[in-house]
């Protein structure tokens, strides 16, 4: 169960890293992404997942 928080407080350190340090390109990039239709960000979001599926098999099995 620790490694669950420490894997959420390393997402909330790495999501906050952007628009911390460039909150203008945050801004656009997020304004980009509405503009994006559903199915392309059902896609982003099916990527996502699949990155992190092969990256926790990797870590897994290195």
Do not use: K, N
């Not at 460039?22 to 982003?44: N, V």
């Amino acid at each position: 169960m620790d490694s669950l928080w420490i894997a959420l407080a390393m997402l909330l350190i790495l999501e906050g890293l952007l628009p911390f340090a460039a909150p203008r390109l945050w801004r656009d990039a997020f304004r980009r992404i509405g503009e994006l239709s559903d199915g392309q960000i059902r896609f982003m979001g099916l990527a996502s997942i699949v990155a992190g599926l092969v990256a926790l098999v990797l870590i897994r099995h290195a």
